[in-house]
């Protein structure tokens, strides 16, 4: 097949591999046989595709569709929606959390979909941008999501319904430059390149830092 640069993705159990015609395929990733194969985004993705325990999800220019992860058919209907996305998002099975440009007019720069009825919930306003793919970590129904701005500040919110009030925060940590570079979990780790020159790695849980390493590139 003709590869689409960039877009292959491992995530999970699955290589996600997309094809020029925007076709995606999910491949095993210890036996590399192919699971399912999707066609129905109808256009190349706005930024990478992300999983939710039950979904790949994707954002098309106006649209965001759910994929069931394990047998590769359109699920719930596409999501309709008005945002302007700043980065990659992250979703529980019935919420997807989106980053957004704030702007001058104080609009909410962390905003919410309810995957199951395509209406907006709660969101939240940072004091900067949100410029660097969010993270979730935890084990549903315990997860929480991890975002960052160009102002340097570091939140953890309990990964909260969309059709529920907004969350406070689990922690706020700070660097002491903006971040804008994605954020990685790998199990109790966050892990968080600022801009003052350190790689942090953060405690999950707590939002303590447990070690800061200096690096010479962005």
């Not at 036996?31 to 985004?41: N, P, R, V």
């Not at 394990?70 to 979703?91: I, K, Q, T, W």
């Not at 704030?102 to 004091?127: D, I, K, M, Q, Y």
């Amino acid at each position: 097949v003709r590869i689409r640069p960039g877009s292959v993705h491992l995530d999970g159990e699955y290589l996600f591999v997309e094809e020029q015609d925007n076709r995606w395929n999910a491949i095993g990733r210890d036996d590399l046989h192919l699971g399912w194969s999707y066609a129905g985004f109808g256009g190349p993705l706005r930024g990478a595709p992300t999983l939710s325990s039950i979904s790949f999800l994707g954002m098309t220019e106006t649209l965001l569709h759910q994929v069931n992860l394990e047998y590769g058919h359109n699920e719930g209907g596409n999501v309709h929606f008005d945002l302007a996305p700043s980065a990659g998002f992250v979703a529980t099975a019935g919420t997807a959390y989106v980053p957004c440009w704030g702007g001058a007019s104080g609009e909410r720069t962390l905003r919410t979909l309810n995957l199951v009825t395509g209406l907006e919930g709660w969101g939240w306003r940072t004091p900067g941008d949100i410029r660097g793919s969010l993270a979730i970590g935890g084990v549903p129904p315990r997860q929480s999501v991890y975002f960052a701005t160009d102002g340097g500040e570091v939140y953890a919110l309990p990964a909260a319904a969309a059709d529920g009030p907004a969350p406070d925060p689990l922690w706020v940590q700070k660097t002491h430059d903006g971040v804008t570079a994605d954020l990685v979990v790998s199990g109790e780790n966050l892990f968080v390149a600022s801009e003052d020159g350190f790689l942090y790695c953060m405690d999950r849980i707590t939002g303590g830092v447990r070690w800061a390493a200096p690096h010479q590139t962005p």
